[in-house]
């Protein structure tokens, strides 16, 4: 069967090293890079690393998604870093019984059971965090909601999972940029770990440059405190520990024998795969909502018109937001959450042909990694039509204003087959939660109107701050919120954190 990709350059010593060295810290720029040069199908070499063979259409991505564990894996490479960055139990570092065992043991977060937890945290971290905001728009002050977006979600996970409260936000604006030990740990890692999927030779070059201890500490503290928290819950009376009705409790419970490194990976690993993802969703979907107005004030009109904004929204009102949700995966398909990712052929292959492309059905050898970019793919005007590179939520609703999900894997943000992820439906709710008790309340526009960049990552993180001027929208400003003794007054929208509050309603 002829093979119609169509290489670059290479020279057999070194492959592509000399062409990919100057693309090393942005790997998603070069896959573009390749993509607009040659097309849905590349390849190409590095040393220490073997073939790579670049699968940016839909039907190809479907194989390697369906046979995933069985004719592909995530390769000795990405299960090794994933293992040092989030522990050898988690889902993401894990293949066979080890995978399988802690996707059980992370399944009780997306139950049912769990959805009381949840808005009970999102009403105590995110009603309250709207005071920043509030104060920020009376004092004036430029803040960076990237950053707000990220502590806000920490907290929200700290409580929700672990009950526990982790002060990243006050009410006090400024708070923005104090540093904090858990975000700077976080981002060490992350950096580090992203930066280890093209260095064959990392285990040896961290011992030379420091890095591999600046890893190892900030690891460390990230255990500690996980580790911490699941043993003073441990320690607690059957009666004490019978108030949680937490994640943790429901790991917890009836399990005095289990490996205690097996809850902490799982819990390392939600909080890492829940607060980037989610925002980054929120930032880039503010980027996208300030260059088209029009769809803040659909949304805007969506919240006010369904919910009091009150309190958060509940689990199950998700399905009348519709507009929030088509923004949040049209944010997605131009904004990929895991921009591009890899698996290694576990055995020798032959990829589907596309014949209405030209394509016959093409070979892959045992140990080739097959890689594709979901951020390029979902741009594809061959596959999402002419205006495939335009923000435009309404391909997401059907003639009656209801929500369609687009098919898997041609939007393929959540990933597909058996390790599609399992937040996709929490993080849905969390985006759409936030957004509808924020912007009913405030004009955000960013300091600048630019175009922005990504740094590269195992995500897509926004590379530069997200710098924004609030407003308070007295034009649709239905409820405000106060303390009872405040009542009166009249000038704060929201006052008070924790417990005490009370919520005052005005038409
Ligand atoms: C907008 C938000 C999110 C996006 C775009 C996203 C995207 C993804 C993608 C593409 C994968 C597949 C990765 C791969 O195949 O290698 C994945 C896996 C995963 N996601 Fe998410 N995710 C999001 C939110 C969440 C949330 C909120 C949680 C948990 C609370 C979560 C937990 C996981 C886990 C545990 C996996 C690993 C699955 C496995 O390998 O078995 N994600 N996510």
Redesign the pocket.
């Known amino acids: 069967v002829p093979i119609p990709w169509a290489p670059p350059d290479t020279s057999d010593s070194v492959g592509n090293l000399l062409d990919i060295l100057p693309h090393l810290a942005d790997m998603l720029s070069y896959f573009s890079k390749l993509h607009s040069q040659y097309g849905d199908l590349v390849t190409f070499t590095l040393p220490g690393f073997g073939r790579t063979i670049i699968i940016d259409r839909p039907e190809w991505l479907e194989h390697v998604?369906k046979n995933?564990m069985v004719v592909y894996g995530?390769g000795e490479r990405t299960l090794v870093m994933f293992t040092a960055f989030l522990g050898g139990w988690s889902?993401?570092g894990a293949e066979g019984m080890r995978?399988k065992t802690?996707?059980k043991v992370?399944k009780p977060?997306?139950a049912s059971a769990q959805f009381d937890a949840t808005l009970r945290a999102m009403n105590e971290i995110l009603m309250p965090a709207r005071e920043l905001l509030s104060n920020a728009a009376k004092q004036d002050v430029v803040i960076d909601f990237n950053e707000f977006f990220g502590r806000l979600l920490v907290m929200i996970?700290y409580k929700m999972a672990l009950s526990s409260d982790i002060a990243l936000l006050t009410p006090d604006p400024s708070c923005l940029s104090e540093p904090h030990m858990l975000l700077a740990d976080a981002s060490t890692q992350n950096s580090i770990s992203s930066g280890r999927i093209f260095n064959p030779w990392w285990q040896f070059t961290e011992q030379l440059n420091g890095v591999g201890e600046t890893f190892a500490a900030a690891r460390g503290r990230a255990d500690k405190l996980v580790d911490d928290i699941i043993a003073s819950r441990r320690k607690m009376s059957r009666e004490a520990a019978a108030a949680y009705d937490d994640f943790l409790s429901t790991l917890l419970q009836g399990t005095d024998e289990v490996d205690p490194v097996l809850f902490r990976d799982c819990i390392i690993?939600?909080l890492f795969?829940?607060k980037d993802?989610?925002q980054?969703?929120l930032s880039w979907s503010l980027h996208e909502l300030s260059r088209h107005p029009d769809w803040v004030d659909a949304m805007r009109n969506e919240a006010l018109s369904r919910d009091t904004q009150e309190r958060a929204i509940p689990y199950d009102n998700l399905a009348n937001y519709p507009i929030h949700m088509a923004v949040?995966y049209e944010t997605?398909r131009l904004w990929?959450?895991?921009p591009k990712?890899s698996r290694v052929a576990l055995q020798d292959d032959v990829l589907p042909g596309i014949p209405e492309l030209g394509y016959g059905p093409i070979k892959v050898d045992k140990g080739d990694n097959v890689a594709w970019s979901?951020f390029e793919m979902m741009k594809n005007e061959a596959v999402w039509g002419p205006d495939a590179k335009e923000f435009n939520p309404a391909r997401h609703l059907d003639a009656d204003g209801q929500f369609v999900k687009p098919s898997q894997p041609k939007f393929?943000?959540?990933?597909a087959g058996?390790?599609?992820?399992?937040?996709?439906q929490?993080?849905?709710y969390?985006?759409v939660a936030i957004w509808a008790s924020i912007l009913p309340f405030f004009d955000i526009k960013p300091v600048e109107m630019k175009d922005r960049y990504w740094s590269d990552g195992l995500t897509i993180s926004m590379r530069d701050p997200l710098l924004v001027r609030l407003k308070v929208d007295w034009s649709t400003y239905r409820l405000q919120y106060s303390r009872a003794d405040e009542e009166t007054n009249g000038t704060s929208l929201y006052s008070g954190v924790g417990a005490g509050l009370s919520y005052a309603v005005y038409s």
Do not use: E, M, Y
Not at 412 to 415: D, M, P
């Open positions: 998604r995933d995530k889902p993401f995978w802690s996707r992370i977060i997306f996970f690993t939600l795969a829940s993802t989610t980054n969703a949040l997605l990929p959450g895991v990712n979901d393929h943000a959540f990933g058996p390790r599609a992820c399992p937040g996709s929490s993080a849905t969390q985006f």
